[in-house]
């Protein structure tokens, strides 16, 4: 991606968040942008509806490594370049709204962030297991709390 396309980008998020945006230093080869999760749509819906914006490589989450209580949840796109949309979510009821119906690609990324970190993806209705055996009933093996019997 060009500089100008990456400026494109900046410009165009902080117009949609009303300022309310973050560019993170840190993360290696990735221009990252934190959104608070009520711009996550709006932001998903101008990348591909005006930026036409579709690919989307992945989605990743992890447990915030300084922030225990929190899921960092990264939404992988490519233009020429990558970058990614952050968004901290709290570990007690994470829920997202569903990018499904607007990008079909994401079908995966969703269905497997939600049964390995327990995401609710808000406007999904089906969300058949991925990768956890059926009956599957001890909560997303991602943030599973080991107990230590003493």
Known sequence: ???SDINAICAAIEIETQGDFKICDGIRGDLTIQIPIEKFLPVIKLLVNKMDCRHLSGVTAQLHPEH????????????????????LLPEESPKLPEIFSILPGADFYE???????????VG???MPPLLLPDGWDQGPPFIKKEVIDE
């Open 124 to 126: 999904r209705e089906d």
């Open 111 to 121: 269905r497997e962030v939600a049964e390995m970190f327990g995401i609710q993806f």
């Open 1 to 3: 991606m060009v500089k």
């Open 68 to 87: 225990p209580s929190k899921i960092v949840v990264l939404y992988h796109f490519w233009m020429g370049s990558g970058f990614s949309i952050m968004m």
